[in-house]
């Protein structure tokens, strides 16, 4: 009812704000619109204006679908004919192809007909979320005409490469014509949702119409796909394959020829300079594209031998075969199993490379990289025994003398090769089940006695926040290495005491945690703050003997020094929690024993005051009673000389 109310001016606006966005009728308004300096949201002023009013077009579709349609698309329809009709007027010349238009007006005017046709083909590809869901059937026509539309659009430009083409103002024209070309590729993948849509629910009526459509779309964007032509451009065409591939994901996509065109334009030399994101297509097999993955992959580590440039080539390759399997981590079971077969020879030429270059480290550095998404996204798909080779390979090569080398002497490049190393322990010690645990005290021993004796005293937080995060995981994961816990013991709790292993290794571990409390980095105190008080939540940390012994009061002390100190102020309400957590597993010694020894130790304060500050605590169980200690503890480290006698906690 609003609507139809309203439908008269809600038309005469869309029209109006259409007017406004084209040269055509309000070129001296828009060419006063800067369209160089960015923003704080890296917008110009024209791409806001542009963008603003593509909002309000996009509100009118919303409310009147029909109406704004019928209104937009004629206008779009005139600005492409004027488009479509160039090709008529380029002439072959001697250094290539040019465009026959020379006159000062005619050229005025293509450029404003081009600007307009790329505001319109923005305004074409924000509609494309209102012929989705649940109105796709009803709209289906109108967007079969928009997509049929563009899908000719790009296949034109590509064709005929108007990109490339000489003109009379190629500082005008030449951007232009990147531009309508770029925007025309943008709108298509707008509507690669509808595309999936119509493959789920129509193409069985009419496959052949569906599969010309991407099939001419795939047309479009080889040419594309190449070194060669302008970073603008090329970034469209690979958005618009990686929609196609990931979002469409027709299974006839690899039996295409242009698809085959791009697995050998990604292993060319030339296209050395495409951006990572090319290869996300071959990261979403299906059941017949394995053979023709595994052949790109496998050509990938044949050139290693071929080229001179190793280093070069080797970031080629594994940057392409890292984003294969990061785009793939998500998919089925079936999807991935397939790619990592395609990979596989690839995977064990990268790890026989890796010892010759442990001593490159921004080499290395990018075959961890490697190695680490591959753990992440693949590691049930690559199989026990092979991943036990590669974690005996690491542990073997990350030699003391490697990791002091890689630490010390390598800089940032160096520390974010052990970090990346340490990445996939964390990933292989947090698996279940029994397979890897034979690693277990390898690991451990690689932690604490040849990665903390290099770092503990050093004042940069290089490696230590992945050190203690892994040590961490350790313990959260394989709290059984530690505490063996009887059927007998889980029932009569509190009364069977689990039974301890390996404890020099686990009190190493425990006095690592309490070394870093005394280090300033604050991120790196929450950090392992934060993993005490998880144990001690998940697995009664502070309540186990060996803790509760011999660990307890050193950690109280160390955080109640900090709160003393000041040095860590942001964190007084963590460390607050965490000390009330520890010292009520044992109130009766924190009361009786540790707080009197912690008062003589304070300095500032005579013997009379300690005295009258130890006989007003009284034995109170609450955190509340606690909070005050701390509370009394900042009057005194804030140098107040006198406490009331009646002050009780």
């Known amino acids: 009812c609003i609507n139809f109310l309203y439908e008269d001016a809600l038309v005469l606006l869309l029209t109006e704000v259409l007017n406004r966005i084209q040269f055509r009728y309000n070129q001296a308004q828009l060419e006063e619109l800067d369209d160089e300096t960015l923003d704080d949201d890296q917008q110009t002023e024209w791409q806001r204006y542009l963008r603003q009013s593509l909002e309000v077009v996009a509100k009118v579709m919303e409310l009147l679908p029909t109406h704004a349609f019928s209104t937009l698309f004629p206008v779009l329809q005139d600005n492409l004919e004027v ?15 040019r465009l026959n238009i020379t006159a000062e007006n005619d050229c005025r005017r293509l450029h404003c007909s081009l600007r307009d046709l790329s505001s319109l083909l923005q305004a074409v590809g924000r509609l494309a979320e209102y012929f989705t869901g649940d109105v796709f059937a009803a709209r289906f026509n109108d967007a079969l005409t928009v997509v049929e539309r563009l899908v000719k659009v790009t296949l034109y430009g590509s064709q005929i490469k108007l990109y490339n083409i000489e003109t009379a103002v190629p500082s005008v024209l030449k951007p232009d014509l990147i531009d309508v070309h770029a925007q025309s590729l943008a709108a298509l993948q707008a509507y690669a949702h509808w595309l999936a849509q119509f493959y789920s629910e129509v193409h069985r009526q009419n496959p052949e119409q569906f599969i010309s459509l991407v099939s001419t779309a795939l047309e479009a964007i080889t040419p594309l796909i190449s070194s060669k032509v302008q970073e603008k451009l090329l970034l469209s065409a690979c958005h618009l394959l990686v929609s196609l591939a990931t979002t469409v994901r027709p299974v006839f996509l690899i039996s295409i020829p242009a698809v085959q065109k791009v697995f050998n334009r990604i ?18 097999p299906h059941a017949n594209e394995g053979s023709v993955l595994g052949k790109m992959c496998l050509s990938l580590p044949q050139r290693k031998v071929q080229l001179e440039d190793t280093k070069v080539i080797i970031h080629q390759t594994l940057s392409v075969l890292e984003d294969i399997v990061e785009s793939v981590s998500g998919e089925s079971t079936k999807s991935r199993q397939i790619c990592y077969q395609s990979l596989q020879e690839s995977v064990q030429v990268s790890l026989a490379l890796f010892p010759a270059f442990i001593h490159q480290s921004d080499v290395t550095d990018e075959m961890l990289s490697f190695f680490l998404t591959l753990f992440q996204g693949l590691r049930v798909q690559m199989g026990v025994p092979f991943t036990e080779q590669i974690i005996q390979t690491f542990l073997n090569m990350f030699t003391r003398e490697q990791l002091a080398e890689s630490i010390l002497h390598e800089g940032s490049t160096g520390c974010r090769v052990v970090e990346k190393f340490l990445k996939i322990l964390q990933v292989v010690v947090q698996e279940p089940g029994q397979v ?34 892994l040590l961490f995981r350790v313990l959260h994961h394989n709290w059984r290495y530690f505490f063996k816990s009887s059927v007998l013991a889980s029932v009569q709790r509190g009364v069977a005491e689990e039974q301890m292993e390996n404890e020099a290794q686990f009190s190493a571990i425990m006095q690592a945690f309490g070394q870093s409390f005394l280090q300033p980095d604050i991120h790196l105190f929450k950090q392992n703050l934060f993993y005490l008080e998880t144990l001690n939540t998940k697995q009664k940390l502070y ?26 102020d942001l964190l007084q309400e963590e460390i607050g929690i965490a000390t009330y957590n520890m010292a009520s597993v044992d109130f009766d010694g924190f009361y009786s024993a540790f707080l009197p020894e912690f008062l003589a130790s304070c300095d500032g304060v005579d013997s009379n005051q300690k005295n009258v500050l130890g006989r007003n605590f009284k034995m109170d169980r609450i955190s509340g009673g606690l909070f005050c200690c701390l509370l009394i503890v900042f009057l005194l480290c804030c140098g107040d000389s006198f406490i009331p006698s009646s002050t009780r906690v």
């Open 83 to 97: 488009y479509l009709g160039l090709q008529q007027f380029v002439v072959t010349s001697g250094t290539g192809h």
């Open 267 to 284: 292993t060319d030399t030339s296209a050395q300079r495409l951006p990572d994101k090319v290869s996300s297509p071959t990261a979403v």
């Open 436 to 469: 890897f645990k034979p690693f277990l005290p390898s690991v451990i021993s690689l932690c604490m006695e040849q990665v903390y004796p290099i770092i503990a005293e050093r004042s940069s937080p290089d490696v230590k926040a992945e050190l203690f995060e």
């Open 543 to 568: 309540h186990k003997k060996i803790f509760r012994t011999t660990m307890l009061f050193q950690f109280v002390n160390v955080l109640l020094q900090v709160l003393v100190h000041k040095s860590h």
